[in-house]
């Protein structure tokens, strides 16, 4: 059961690679108050009736939350009353958050079932003993979300105005909230589903929440023309049993974007009678990510990866989407600009529009909403905490099974300077990258979006690079035949980075064209206003003639396996675009996409790039002190 109707905001099912038939959507109404000096646990508002209301997924910031208050919130409440369903007699009951932002306690008929640090993962409320079917559940949420300190925000602002490349704040509730009921004794968990393309089969690990004797694990394979594989497992052994589904070779079907076809998949759990005691439906895409020589293969065939920057920011939801078509129309209108995936920039996006990846065949990087522990201090100004790896270990363990995702990267622009000490940049840098290794041995891991690169073995190597003149961009982009790329360092020329190594190499941001006819009398310092990188065109058809210029410098590099233009939607001051910020074109999109759907260097059959790089003897770091 849903409570998916059309009075209901963002009704639809919030998890689609793990779906139970059974769920209540608790998104809608909810009383809300402000705690702007984080002292209403001393005042009283976990028992009380909140002063106003709020309109949830919606953050309050948001215009579609009915709040709209952008000044700094250091703490919020919610409250809602919900009964569970009689109907889920005999279920446990859990309680899901998509994400709230930041530090989150919360509540249910006085008692405190669940805290969760981070603004972009779910996380989950076992309800056994506190509300059952067919009782009442107070709901009561406490979200803290300073702007002081360390913490993993991505562009949100900490001072109190838009400016430059950061936006207004996301505080508290801003994904969906929903109970589920689950089989009290043992239950299924989020399964991982890994493709093996070398064999023609999918290993898929199903977690349990117990091991009970006699139990089994069964998975049904199909696509549109039926059932093509079923495997079963005990499931009395382990707490992850494991299957392996033999895709026979005449029902072999590689997912790619050409062609993004999906398997349905079919998960039971059964009793020691031969019960099916839970189920849950999933899906799974055959395809391969391989790192060889120089070159990111797909499904073992070089295939450019033309990326767009998206930032996922909404005029009138911020980082929630109003929604589920804006989020498939974002995509859609990226494709029609020529792209043919995104990086997901500094921020986890919301598990529909992984989902909608993967129904379009929309490459996508998995990365983090990392910006917030810059301290200023000289040579050691990063400081991210432990918590950014538990974090992204969150993401990864949630989007792990999605074919769309063919590459990690949690940290972005941690500028700062290489010396002679190990800093907590060096160590959290190497914890994260290992971590994701550990997490996930099947896709590449870049250590840092552009810099500061400071794992030598990182699988792929990158730089960002916004020159706006055409031909200086193709000069600065020259190097990689002889193993001396582009590498992004300090004002001075002070290195940011361990050297290049022959790793795959792309130019992961560029571009950011300026683009604003509407705001052409704004001067150039005035990036409050209206900004992007560089002189602003002068003309649409200006506009085109760089676009062209810049992306066929790096179409035309044999040993570039790919590129990240910034940007696919203007946000807020930021206009540079291929699309306004309420999604309207800017520009002759046809003429975008023709730009970029040449034939790429990289994609020629046995190209150079496939081949391993030796590189010349790293240079030393220069001294320094931190």
């Known amino acids: 059961m849903s409570d998916e109707t059309p009075s209901i905001p963002r009704p639809e099912y919030p998890r689609p690679q793990f779906v139970r038939d059974r769920w209540l959507c608790l998104n809608g109404t909810w009383g809300f108050e402000i705690d702007q000096a984080d002292t209403g646990l001393e005042r009283g508002l976990r028992e009380t009736e909140p002063a106003g209301e709020i309109t949830v997924p919606f953050c309050p910031e948001s215009q579609l939350s009915g709040v709209a208050h952008t000044d700094f919130l250091e703490a919020v409440w919610y409250r809602r009353r919900v009964t569970v369903p009689a109907q889920w007699q005999g279920s446990r009951v859990l309680l899901h958050f998509q994400a709230v932002d930041h530090d989150a306690t919360v509540w249910v008929n006085g008692v405190e079932v669940a805290r969760h640090r981070g603004g972009f993962t779910p996380f989950t409320a076992d309800l056994a003993g506190v509300a059952e079917a067919g009782e009442e559940a107070v709901v009561v949420v406490r979200a803290r979300d300073s702007r002081h300190g360390p913490q993993a925000r991505g562009k949100q602002a900490t001072w109190y105005g838009n400016s430059g490349c950061h936006y207004t704040r996301t505080t508290g509730i801003w994904q969906t909230v929903w109970l589920e009921p689950v089989p009290r004794a043992v239950h299924l968990r989020r399964p991982r589903i890994t493709p093996d393309l070398a064999a023609g089969a999918f290993h898929v690990e199903v977690p349990l929440s117990a091991c009970l004797p006699g139990h089994r694990v069964r998975a049904h394979l199909s696509d549109g023309s039926g059932e093509v594989v079923t495997a079963e497992a005990r499931a009395d052994l382990s707490a992850a049993p494991r299957l392996v589904l033999a895709v026979p070779e005449e029902r072999r079907r590689t997912w790619s974007p050409a062609d993004p076809h999906l398997y349905d998949l079919r998960l039971e759990l059964l009793d020691a009678g031969g019960e099916v005691v839970d189920s849950a439906d999933s899906y799974a895409g055959l395809r391969s990510v391989t790192v ?277 939607t203007d946000v807020f001051q930021e206009t540079n675009g291929v699309y306004a910020f309420d999604r309207s074109p800017k520009l002759d999109t046809a003429r975008l996409a023709a730009a970029q759907l040449r034939p790429a260097a990289y994609e020629s059959a046995g190209g150079p790039a496939v081949l391993p790089l030796t590189p010349q003897p790293p240079k030393a770091p220069e001294p320094g002190s931190a």
């Open 292 to 568: 060889r020589g120089r070159a990111v293969l797909l499904n073992g065939e070089p295939v450019f990866q033309r990326l767009v920057l998206d930032q996922g920011y909404y005029p009138d939801g911020l980082m929630t989407a109003p929604d589920d078509a804006a989020l498939v129309r974002d995509i859609e209108l990226a494709q029609a600009a020529g792209f043919n995936g995104a990086r997901l920039h500094q921020k986890v996006f919301e598990e529909r529009f992984l989902h909608h990846c993967d129904r379009l065949g929309h490459l996508v990087w998995g990365e983090f909403g990392d910006w917030g522990c810059e301290t200023g201090a000289r040579g050691n100004n990063q400081q991210p905490d432990a918590s950014y790896t538990t974090q992204w270990l969150e993401a990864v363990e949630r989007d792990y099974s999605h074919p769309a995702i063919v590459g990690w990267c949690p940290l972005n622009e941690t500028y700062q300077p290489l010396h002679d000490r190990i800093t907590v940049l060096d160590d959290v840098t190497r914890g994260m990258f290992l971590a994701t290794k550990a997490a996930d041995g099947t896709r590449p891991v870049l250590d840092a979006s552009g810099y500061a690169h400071r794992v030598p073995e990182t699988d792929v190597y990158d730089a960002h690079c916004y020159e706006q003149d055409p031909a200086a961009f193709a000069t600065l982009m020259a190097g990689l035949d002889k193993g001396t790329p582009y590498v992004n360092t300090g004002p001075q020329g002070e290195p940011w980075s361990q050297p290049y190594r022959g790793q795959p190499y792309f130019c992961s941001e560029f571009g950011g064209i300026w683009w604003d006819p509407a705001a052409a009398a704004a001067r150039d310092e005035e990036r409050e206003v209206s900004w992007g990188y560089g002189e602003r065109p002068r003309t649409a058809e200006e506009f085109h003639a760089r676009f062209a210029g810049l992306t066929g410098a790096l179409l035309d590099d044999p040993l570039m396996f790919g590129y990240c233009y910034t940007q696919l």
